[in-house]
């Protein structure tokens, strides 16, 4: 391994380690949530959108679930807001786990994983706009893997930034619907919510089959759409 790889690797290690220090330290992984919504977002007008949108991007950014981020912005904000700011949060959230992997881990993972690597270029390198939205159409998978996984690839950024903004819409509405409805009525608006994330994730897997032609971006991923043509292995 070069000395400049050797560098990375080293500083994505110790920036991890870092993290998960300070947030066990700090308990911040128990605070976003609607006590904390309550506390330092609702109500507190453009202070309490950037700090909504700073905690959400952060937590995206280390594996946060990117539905708790639009079910919470529908609970502070309401349905139209609360998405729109949940969709800012989690896209930011995204171009910063994707940097993170390029600027630090890039040269470490091409080394370690090279098949896994070519496997992502070749998924994503064609139509990386068309081919991010079907991985985020999805209802399977790891947003923080997806994002990670596509910085230590070749992928150009812009069309997989913009792919990820418009595949992540569908599910953020349906979970802001679903946070909106916690206060005001909960049935239908979480009914709706259910209705509209389980057609997105309809439509993801329709288009993931017909449009992937051969192209595989996560064995795990094609076992769970598809088990009968992709078996698991002992």
Known sequence: ???????????????????????KATDLVAIFDEAWIDAYVRGHGLSGWLVFIAGGLVFTAVGLPRQLVGFLGGYAFGVATGTGLALAA?????????????????????????????????FLSENPLTMTLLI????VGSNLATNLAAGVSSVRATPFFAG???????QTLAFALVGSGVSFEPWFRIGLGAVLFAVSGVMGVYLYRRLRHGLSFDDDVDRQLDPVSNPGTE
């Open 1 to 23: 391994m070069s000395a400049k790889a050797l560098l990375r690797s080293s500083a994505l290690f110790v920036s991890l380690v870092l993290v998960v220090g300070l947030m």
């Open 90 to 122: 989690v896209t930011l959230g995204c171009i910063v786990a994707f940097y993170y992997a390029r600027f630090l881990g890039r040269d470490f993972v091409a080394h370690r994983f090279p098949s896994k690597v070519q496997r992502i270029d070749r």
């Open 136 to 139: 985020r159409f999805l209802p």
């Open 164 to 170: 990820s903004l418009i595949g992540y819409l569908p």
